[in-house]
């Protein structure tokens, strides 16, 4: 079935100075962030005519830690030529690591450009969001884990995906020595290249287990938010 029922909440712009905005504004922002909790995916809309700003990197701080499925909307297109945009996308990615895993689309209210594709990688981005692997796939999850020679060396025990929205991993090491946060980072980096988890954040946990002991941890229609800074309608 291809059809789907979608809600659209264009949320209220959030200005740079927004201690010194008039305090329906204020109350438009509090309605802003309050949303996010209720949405399955997050539209985050930059303008690409203009320099980033610190707002910007805070809604993408805000964006993450909703744990929402997401993309990157660079507005104004119409204003940007196609020779400058690589450099424009660079310093998006840079700016927002903390959103390396959403998708970037070029967008004009002018001229329409790429308006056609927004949903359906909102589309792509949901699916991941709610995606749950199959046996077979964790099997071949813990395979990857213990057969490359970044991880072979390294006592791994049981994978499992605990839960999605977002998709969240418990991977079992009999270890009790601190493992670098780049262990995490790595496995994550194979679950969304083999598993194509993209416009999702992925969570993944290290279950520190002792020798011996098994892993007893027990885990048990569409909305999407459009968020802003103001005056990007070009």
């Known amino acids: 079935d291809n059809h789907m029922m979608l809600e659209l909440i264009d949320t209220a712009g959030i200005r740079k100075q927004i201690r010194n905005a008039p305090a329906i504004e204020q109350q438009s922002v509090r309605q802003t962030l309050g949303v996010l909790p209720e949405v399955d995916i997050i539209l985050l809309v930059l303008d690409g ?5 610190r707002q910007d990197q805070h809604l993408g701080g805000v964006v993450s830690e909703s744990g929402r499925a997401a993309v990157v909307l660079i507005n104004k297109a119409d204003l940007v030529p196609p020779n400058k945009r690589k450099t424009i996308e660079q310093r998006v990615r840079s700016y927002l690591p903390m959103l390396s895993w959403a998708n970037l689309v070029w967008v004009s209210a002018i001229t329409g450009e790429g308006l056609h594709t927004v949903l359906p990688t909102a589309r792509q981005a949901a699916d991941a969001w709610n995606k749950t692997l199959t046996l077979d796939e964790i099997i071949v999850l813990q395979n990857l884990i213990k057969k490359s020679h970044l991880t072979k060396r390294l006592p791994w025990g049981k994978a499992l995906q ?18 670098p946060k780049s262990i995490q980072q790595w496995i994550e980096g194979v679950l969304r ?42």
């Not at 416009?199 to 569409?222: D, F, I």
């Open 49 to 53: 005519a203009s320099e980033l700003e």
């Open 162 to 179: 605990i839960n999605t929205q977002p998709p969240k991993f418990s991977i079992e090491i009999r270890t009790k020595a601190t493992l």
């Open 193 to 234: 290249r083999r598993f194509n988890f993209v416009g999702t954040p992925v969570r993944v946990h290290l279950e520190m287990l002792r020798k011996g002991e098994a892993g007893t941890k027990q885990w048990t229609s569409g909305k999407i938010a459009i968020a802003r800074r103001p005056h990007t309608t070009g």
